[in-house]
């Protein structure tokens, strides 16, 4: 289909069923963005959200101690020394516009939000390693896996759509050697962190230690609460040979 006839049959739609924003509900101004044919991040942002809601995401600029979650100053490991890894979190879960976009995209199937929350995982990136001694490009990319039967529930892996995002943008390799051989509980449901921990234990095995071993890895999730998936995937690796691990995650609890 030619771009003039794909931009008339967009604005059509819009008209008949006017865009509303996946936060407020408010209306979005669709005719003004109605070129589908343009795919910058701000434009994929206005077809979701409007300038309000976009705007108030509020993205961090520190890493963070997994065990404390206390800012690290100068992105350096000052607390907890005995952590081996370092939660990069790119914003936080109490706000509700993430916690929207995340809920649309982990529960109601809305892969079409991989990149939004790409293009917030990058600028996050962007800022932490402009003044870190971690270097990016000399990193792997590993996503947490979901069991068979879940990603087949889901449709998708969210955690690895994330990663594709990154992936792309840094050209960086994203090894899948990681996998998830329990089909456990989703972590949601246990009470407490104990109950986390007991349910995440030993879940994931690496298939192929030569693809980690002496690698820094960028561990890839979306929300991190207490921290017991990462923990145990962080051993994982670790007893495979891994380097240093950054725990990337879209929002921590």
């Not at 070129?35 to 108030?56: E, G």
Request: charged share 25%.
């Amino acid at each position: 289909m030619f771009p003039f006839l794909i931009k008339a049959k967009n604005v059509f739609l819009d008209i008949l069923f006017p865009p509303i924003c996946l936060n407020c509900q408010k209306y979005l101004n669709a005719l003004a963005d109605a070129d589908l044919t343009r795919t910058n991040a701000k434009n994929t942002f206005n077809k979701i959200l409007c300038d309000s809601c976009y705007s108030s995401i509020k993205i961090n600029n520190t890493l963070f101690c997994p065990v404390c979650r206390a800012r690290l100053a100068n992105n350096e490991k000052i607390c907890h020394f005995n952590s081996p890894y370092l939660l990069a979190a790119a914003t936080n879960y109490d706000d509700p516009v993430i916690q929207n976009l995340i809920h649309y995209f982990k529960y109601k199937g809305l892969e079409n939000l991989s990149p939004i929350l790409g293009e917030i995982l990058i600028k996050y990136l962007e800022d932490i390693f402009r003044n870190s001694k971690f270097i990016i490009h000399n990193s792997i990319l590993v996503p947490i896996p979901l069991h068979f039967w879940r990603e087949k529930q889901r449709g998708f892996n969210q955690s690895k759509l994330l990663a594709k995002n990154i992936a792309n943008h840094y050209n960086i390799p994203l090894v899948e050697n990681l996998k998830r051989i329990k089909n456990t509980d989703p972590q949601a449901k246990s009470k407490n962190s104990e109950e986390r921990i007991k349910n995440i234990s030993g879940c994931f095995e690496v298939k192929n230690s030569e693809s980690i071993a002496g690698k820094n890895v960028i561990l890839i999730d979306d929300v991190f609460t207490s921290g017991a998936t990462m923990d145990e995937a962080v051993k994982i690796l670790k007893k495979n040979g891994a380097k240093k691990i950054i725990a990337l995650i879209m929002a921590k609890v």
